[in-house]
């Protein structure tokens, strides 16, 4: 069938009459593309989830429980030095890798470019993001004789300013043969009438769809592979902004080994009941993370016999896969969480609209959804203070100010 007639059909099927009157008023070039963008979206899914809203994850009368965790704190000297030269003998063997994820739109700190781009002054110097992130990796690289695989999950939006920026500073200077860039997986918009829109370059707007699509890019865009050619076989990913964020940790690989799972994560406790941030927990029997939001009220101040939050240890965006585990995840059909954003478009006309309230449906998937397809998870309770300084406001709390104060405490 002609492309064309292919793309009015799917607009049709989907009730998207609006978008095949604009195609009709393109010129033949931007036509084209459009048609081109609308035979490569899954608009079939987004319609789906539009149609179904009220099934996207919610935590509903789902049980939740405490889960345990491993405290740094509470491990022997023994303990600890055993579990570390576990971890140690997989780095040193080149089976270790590390990806960060930066595709975010970091709409929060408003700072123009990918967060990674952004620059703090800290003691020892004004760095920018990407550049702290690889000067762990070298110290890491000199202590166990390695060069580990950097992988960055970047988006549509940020792409290309990401690879420029990396370029223009000569990778920091670490081996450009050992960083690769994939993108994470984006959805259309959709309007609060189910209607797919138009932007200002004439095509469909479309936006990163949350951090769980990890998964499935790792693997679409030949990520696993490359991992596998390379022998790894314990991942981690972390966020691009925590300045504080140990990327190579032994004992984290170690705990996990020792314990037999295949995932692990970091925590670290709740500086208050009210802190504002996902906790773990079980999830119905498995293992997850959830929302400060979504955490019936009676749990949020609930202690243990010692005293001790039962809901108080907080993903700090601190994870480790064993490869299968990655494997298993990369066809795993993810929950969507639904966000309701401004957005502007084009109208019938094609004036700019741009709305005073929010006006589109966002689909995001989570990174830490699919832990409930595990039956453990190994949890690595750490110090706050030590690894735990975030950059996500402009001001206030874990903003810059914030962050850089703990990172130079830390120093
Ligand atoms: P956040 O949820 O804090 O989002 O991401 P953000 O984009 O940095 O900031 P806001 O919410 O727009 O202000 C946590 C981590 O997940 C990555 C981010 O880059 C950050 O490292 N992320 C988030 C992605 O890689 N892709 C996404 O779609 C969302």
Redesign the pocket.
Known sequence: MEKETMAVETLKKFNQDHIIDWMNKLNEEEKNKLEEQVLNLNIEQVIDMYNNLSQTFEIGDKKIEKISVTDIDKLSKEDFDNLKNTGIEIIKNGKYAVVT?????????GHTGP?GTFKVNLKNGEKYLFQIIVESLQKANEKYGVIIPWYI?T?EENNDQTLAFLEEHSYFGYPQEKVKLFK?GKAPLISKEGKLLIGKDKLIKEA????GSIYKSLSVDGILDDMKNNNIEWVFVG???NILLKIVDPLLVGVTINEGNQIASKSVIKTNPRERAGVFCKIDGKPGIIEYSELPEEMIEEVDENGELVFGDVNI?SHLYNIKALEQLANMKMPYHIAIKKSDYLDENGNLVVPEDKNVYKF?SFIFDVFSSFDNISILRVKREEEFAPI?NKEGNDSPETAVKLYNARD
């Open positions: 994820m930066a595709g975010g739109q970091g709409t929060r700190l967060k999950m988006s994470q990163s769809d949350g951090n966020g691009v902004d965006l995001e996500k």
